[in-house]
């Protein structure tokens, strides 16, 4: 007589969670496509945030500010310039957010990552969006439509993630495959570490050539730094709001980049200024300094203005960090002048001559820095 014990042949019974990572025996055409459908959505999506993040990495979206910047009120920014000049100031903030923005392109390329990076995927997308939202950055649909995607990326792992916040136990997902040939796989199975390799290498590859079109260091000018005019050798206007003498000069300490700024060889790099005239108008535009004080000969200074504040002018982001300075009319004021430079004081001569002092309140943005001891100033 032998013993029937169901329970030693039988199979246990499976949990819901155990049979959703059950390997499926078979696996139609429609899996197959919608599967492949998610892998085009995840290289989408990855893509952007590649781009956008890498962007923030280098400093190159919203750049760091420069000295022109401080002439510029708060009160004559839009909400946009409110958001690129604290982003500037700030180039550890702009690095992380780009790094993290890397991280969910890296994530999205293995389907084994896929959900993690999703999941930061949708919290980075709606942080932006709400950024763009609130200050008025033009890219409002494109942030939006990479929040949603990253959640519909999301959708097959949803009832685990449930599941880990509910406390219920979750196993290893078997999910089906967007390539569903063996053999095809054994190839395809090294695309997301060569990709990967290609998101890391490329940036650092086109930044060096960058940097050694325009050099890899910033090379401040002695005359760099907020200036205060006293004395302008041009009589004031009869009316007050028509003075056009010049107020204030805030000279770059970083080249001014782009195509529109480019020097032949020999010639000094352009770099960014501003200047503020008695009337309130602001000018942005370049210089170039030829020669050094203190040298045998006299240097010059040519400055070219070009922009002018008002209305919806475009001023751009820093011209330092490629942004397209559009003019306000056709006006352009150019003028060059002899430099002589000791300690605080500085007089540019020339068809007019000019008599300025440095502006300590004017570069406090600049010198203040962060420190851990010391009381923070908030004003």
Not at 27 to 42: E, K, N, P, Y
Not at 93 to 110: D, K, M, P, S, T
Not at 204 to 224: I, K, N, R, V
Request: proline letters at 7%; a negative charge.
């Amino acid at each position: 007589m032998t013993s029937t014990n169901t329970d030693a042949i039988s199979p246990p019974p499976t949990t819901p969670a155990e049979a959703e990572c059950a390997e499926p025996a078979r696996q139609s055409r429609w899996v197959t496509t919608a599967w492949c459908a998610h892998w085009f959505l995840r290289m989408f999506v990855a893509g952007y945030f590649f781009i956008y993040g890498w962007s923030k990495v280098f400093l190159l979206q919203m750049g760091t500010i420069d000295y022109p910047e401080s002439l510029i009120t708060v009160g004559e920014k839009s909400p946009m310039g409110i958001l690129w000049t604290w982003m500037g100031y700030s180039p550890t903030i702009q690095f992380a957010a780009g790094a993290i923005e890397v991280l969910v392109g890296l994530l999205l390329l293995w389907r084994r990552t896929a959900a993690l990076g999703a999941l930061a995927g949708l919290g980075a997308g709606f942080s932006v969006w709400l950024l763009n939202m609130t200050y008025d950055v033009p890219v409002k649909g494109l942030s939006g439509m990479l929040a949603v995607l990253s959640a519909v990326i999301l959708i097959p792992w949803i009832p685990r993630v449930f599941r880990f916040l509910i406390g219920a136990p979750v196993n290893r997902a078997v999910l089906p495959n967007a390539v569903p040939p063996e053999k095809l796989r054994r190839v395809t199975r090294f695309f997301p570490a060569l990709a990967a390799v290609c998101a890391i290498a490329l940036p650092f590859a086109t930044q060096s050539m960058a940097l050694s079109d325009y050099g890899t260091e910033d090379e401040a000018t002695p005359l760099a730094g907020v200036w205060r005019v006293h004395t302008d050798s041009r009589g004031p206007a009869e009316n007050l709001a028509e003075d056009s003498r010049w107020s204030q000069i805030a000279f770059g300490r970083r080249p001014a980049t782009g195509p529109s700024t480019s020097s032949p060889d020999g010639e000094p790099q352009p770099q960014v200024v501003s200047v503020r005239e008695v009337d309130g108008t602001l000018w942005i535009g370049t210089y170039s300094l030829r020669g050094e004080p203190g040298g045998d000969a006299d240097p010059t200074v040519d400055v070219t203005l070009d922009a002018k504040l008002g209305g919806d002018t475009n001023l751009g982001q820093n011209p330092d960090d490629g942004g397209d300075a559009e003019s306000h009319d056709s006006e352009v004021v150019e003028e060059s002048f002899t430099v002589s430079l000791g300690g605080d004081e500085l007089t540019l001569g020339g068809d007019r001559t000019l008599h300025a002092t440095r502006d300590t309140e004017g570069e406090y943005l600049f010198d203040k820095g962060f420190s851990w001891s010391g009381k923070p100033v908030n004003r």
